[in-house]
């Protein structure tokens, strides 16, 4: 009598369990492919404000040293286009935070003519080449005979963060509760005291989020800058104008400070909005 061995044949369930798992782990690491690509430039800075090169080019590793946080503002002419760069992202991401709210909340609360053109616009200005924008906003400051320096900057800068600031605030505003705001009407309260009192408490972390994503764009941004400044230096001016000379360590301290700064108010953010959360 003849023996067979009969397999138990795999179960559908298991079959698709397996594949699903082997997705989930190719999704899994190509996440971190992605967070390594993002971060890898970012250590190499942080790791480049503690060498000690011997010449001009901070490109090697020549060895240890903490000396370029002690004299991290030793290059008065570096100091002096990180602070105007600051002073410019303040102000900018300020005003832009201010002038995109109100536009944020009418097109996420109201509809109105003209709300689909704006709509358009908005969207055109954050899609659109910065140096089509660059060479708009030159051309607009030539022929109004307005000389080129830090406010035609600021002026820039707050032309096309008003969009990114709108369109966080926006998206926040569309899925607000209207019962909350209708309650506090039915309390006694006008528009004006509910929209301070009710609308901007809640939407006020999607402000914060945009009027930060405004100062990120605006002490970053190269483009449009190189085309308003003048002879007005920013931070990313000078780096474009050492590089053919030679990046001091201190252009690697200064964006790990201002790295860690960014890191430090997500943080404490993040922990307010979670213990916030707790408490509610």
Do not use: C
Not at 120 to 145: D, H, K, N, R, W
Not at 174 to 188: F, K, M, V, W
Request: hydrophobic share 50%; glycine share 8%.
């Amino acid at each position: 009598m003849t023996t067979q061995t009969l397999e138990r044949p795999t179960s559908a369930p298991a079959a698709q369990r397996r594949r699903r798992l082997t997705g989930e782990r190719a999704m899994f690491l190509y996440t971190w492919l992605i967070i390594a690509w993002l971060v890898v430039p970012i250590l190499i800075m942080i790791v480049f404000g503690f060498n000690d090169p011997k010449g001009r080019y901070n490109q090697t590793w020549q060895g240890f040293t903490l000396k370029w946080y002690k004299d991290v503002f030793a290059i008065s002419d570096l100091t002096s286009a990180l602070v105007i760069s600051l002073g410019i992202a303040v102000v900018s991401s300020l005003l832009a935070g201010a002038l995109g709210t109100g536009i944020g909340y009418a097109l996420g609360r109201y509809r109105f003519r003209g709300a689909d053109g704006l709509n358009l616009v908005m969207f055109a200005t954050m899609s659109s080449p910065e140096l089509i924008m660059g060479i708009s906003l030159l051309t607009l400051f030539v022929s109004a005979g307005i000389g080129l320096g830090a406010v035609t900057i600021t002026i820039a800068h707050v032309m096309f963060s008003i969009s990114f600031v709108s369109t966080v605030v926006r998206a926040r505003v569309i899925t607000l509760d209207r019962s909350i705001e209708e309650a506090a009407a039915d309390l006694g309260a006008g528009p004006w005291t509910t929209f301070w009192k009710v609308t901007f408490p809640i939407i006020l972390p999607a402000v914060f989020s945009g009027v930060m994503l405004a100062f990120a764009l605006s002490i970053d941004d190269f483009v449009v800058t190189n085309f308003t400044a003048g002879t007005t230096v920013t931070f990313p001016l000078w780096i474009w104008g050492a590089t053919r000379v030679g990046l001091p360590p201190q252009v690697n301290v200064m964006g790990t400070l201002i790295f860690a700064a960014g890191i430090l108010i997500a943080v404490v953010t993040n922990l307010r909005s979670r213990s916030k959360a707790k408490r509610s």
